[in-house]
């Protein structure tokens, strides 16, 4: 019997792993940290407008790898949907529709929160609301598998969506333009836009590669052209 290729399996789909081990990790280090520790490492990752303005990079990063709760429900969330997403985009596809989402997600939910509290409509306290996990993340992953993944891809995503949805409520408050509900919805529409556009970008290549393979004399003179 053939033996699996671990190392394809694991190159092939390692963002989907790297980014699911670190989340892991970082959750194991959260919950071996005293109450004390993990109140000011949730407010340092937090997302919030008053982080976002003076250490933009960390809290966009670290907020990815931190949860405030169900944490143990978050590693079978991702790998749901990034196992799906990486399979259909490849690696480095993945981490960039990934990372808009997560970017994009965030700065248009905090961005709205900040153009509101300038304009007295949101206490000046809301700059510093607590903004951290990695649902905008997955949120884009599974929109790219949702559309454009295997069947069983598509099953995985569909049933992630559906848990988020009605278990996790990530909608709840959206008319009242609630950060979460706000990102989670820009996420979304990153994953379906950046992720339809590196689909298309990613087949373009290969048909062109099939043809530069099934025609070398062609393709040679196209390049002495």
Known sequence: MRQPDLKRIFTSYAVAWLYLGGFIAAEVIYALLPPGHQTALTGWASTNVHNLSHDPLGSLVASAFVTQGSAWAWPVLIALAMFGANGTLGNWRTAVVC????????????????????????????????????????????????????????????????????????????SSLDIAAVGHLTAMIVGVVGGSLLVWQRRRQHRQRRGLGGNPAGAGAGQAS
């Open 99 to 174: 990372a808009a989402g997560q970017v994009i997600g965030t700065l248009v939910s905090e961005g709205i929160v900040g153009y509101r509290v300038a304009r007295g409509l949101l206490p000046a306290a809301d700059r510093y609301l607590v903004d951290v996990g990695p649902s905008y993340v997955v949120m884009s992953a599974i929109m790219v598998a949702l559309l454009y993944g295997s069947w069983l891809a598509r099953a995985a995503a569909a049933l992630d969506l559906a848990l988020l949805v009605f278990v996790g409520n990530i909608f709840g408050g959206l």
